[in-house]
């Protein structure tokens, strides 16, 4: 019996992608996003990785507007979304991608300061809600459906160091099952995703040497940003049409071990964080 191919189709749809460049995640999204015939809304805090997704959207032939927004400035964050808007139609596909902990955020809890602890619920949760919020506003105005990724962690379920990124992607988590309850019947569809760990350009590691880590992971390797955006197109399509309201693990498989003798989560690479932590 041949194998049947179920192609995913987003031709006249419009995707707004929060944090859609950096060559992470985000661009992946927005790359694979565009190759399904979605046209791109791309906002991210850096210009250059603005114009680099464009072009790489564009090089699809499909549209693609960049915007350049911090996304802790609320007001500037919805000016994006609208500025896109008028270039290519009102979005009806949601990813958030923006989050994560740069070294200076990483702590351990007896001495964790509320201001960085303030910070990763800004730039991993409270963005979020306010893109959301934006969009779906519009969209149930209008009568039209939608459909909703955030890009959470399987930090939500408590990891040293990342006490308030955890907590962060733990509400994330809550607050798209609450979206997808109020908003369901509106015809808009919310979803989180939760990565494992992730070879990305922050990663502070090269993707093609040895892991001797990679061990601890059922499947033996390090995630891939691919790896994320096929997900991500999968629950956005008509194919995931009666999935709203969970959280999907993307992780390689179970992992088999969470510390090291450090106390540090094993997926810990980056030798900034290391450092900090090892003595």
């Not at 049409?241 to 992780?251: A, E, F, L, P």
Request: glycine share 10%; net charge negative; hydrophobic share 45%.
């Amino acid at each position: 019996m041949s194998a049947v191919s179920v192609p995913i189709d987003l031709s006249g749809r419009v995707a707004l992608v929060v944090g859609g460049g950096g060559g992470g995640i985000g661009t992946a999204v927005c790359r694979r996003l565009a190759t399904a015939g979605a046209d791109v809304l791309a906002v991210s805090a850096v210009a250059d990785h603005v114009g680099a997704t464009v072009a790489d959207v564009e090089s699809t032939g499909r549209r693609a507007s960049g915007q350049v927004a911090d996304v802790a400035d609320f007001d500037a964050l919805r000016a994006a979304i609208d500025a896109g808007a008028a270039d290519l139609g009102w979005p009806d596909l949601v990813v958030n991608v923006v989050g994560g902990a740069t070294p200076d955020h990483w702590h351990r809890l007896r001495d964790f300061p509320i201001e960085s602890f303030d910070h990763l619920m800004t730039t991993n949760l409270r963005y979020a809600f306010i893109a959301c919020q934006h969009v779906a506003d519009r969209l149930i105005t209008d009568g039209r459906p939608g459909a909703i990724v955030n890009i959470s962690s399987i930090a939500s379920r408590g990891q040293p160091l990342l006490s308030a990124y955890g907590a962060a992607k733990a509400g994330l988590d809550s607050l798209t099952r609450s979206m997808a309850m109020e908003w369901g019947r509106h015809g808009i569809r919310a979803n989180t995703l939760a990565p494992g760990t992730i070879n990305t350009p922050r990663s502070g590691r090269d993707p093609d040497e040895v892991d001797p880590l990679a061990v601890n992971i059922a499947l033996q390797r390090r995630g891939k940003p691919d790896d994320i955006a096929d997900v991500t197109l999968f629950l956005l399509s008509d194919l995931a049409s009666y999935v709203s309201g969970q959280t999907i693990d993307v992780d390689g498989g179970p992992s088999r071990a969470g510390i090291d003798e450090h106390d540090l989560p094993i997926f810990v690479t980056n030798e900034a964080i290391r450092r900090r932590f090892e003595s």
